[in-house]
Nanobody
Framework: QVQLVESGGGLVQTGGSLRLSCAAS????????MGWYRQAPGKQRELVAV???????NYADSVKGRFTISRDNAKITVDLQMNSLKPEDTAVYYC??????????????WGQGTQVTVSS
């Protein structure tokens, strides 16, 4: 089984910073893209940032210049450094990974989610 475990959420004031981390474990043959999504109350889940195994990165327009995604392929981790946080960044953040497990089909896996709250 493949698991994604997130950490690092919390409460921060406007303008503050948080760092989210996600570690993948289990019967993993290959991890392709890894990324972060978020879902605010009453809204759909949206892409925040994604990074491929080769290091190509894509950010949502709303976080460009403030958030930085990085990954460690050896440790199978992906981090999201969030700076200059705004109240509209408040959401549950989910780690996502496109994984090819051993003896199973390639598919997306999700973490359990971590709450980020930015107070004004």
């Amino acid at each position: 089984q493949v698991q994604l475990v997130e950490s690092g959420g919390g409460l921060v004031q406007t303008g503050g910073s948080l760092r989210l981390s996600c570690a993948a474990s289990g019967s993993i043959l290959r991890v392709n893209a890894m990324g972060w999504y978020r879902q605010a109350p009453g809204k759909q889940r949206e892409l925040v940032a994604v990074i491929t195994s080769g290091g190509s990165i894509n950010y949502a327009d709303s976080v460009k210049g403030r958030f930085t995604i990085s990954r460690d392929n050896a440790k199978i981790t992906v981090d999201l450094q969030m700076n200059s946080l705004k109240p509209e960044d408040t959401a549950v953040y989910y780690c996502n990974a496109d994984v090819t497990p051993y003896y199973k089909r390639r598919r997306d896996y999700w973490g359990q989610g971590t709450q980020v709250t930015v107070s004004s």
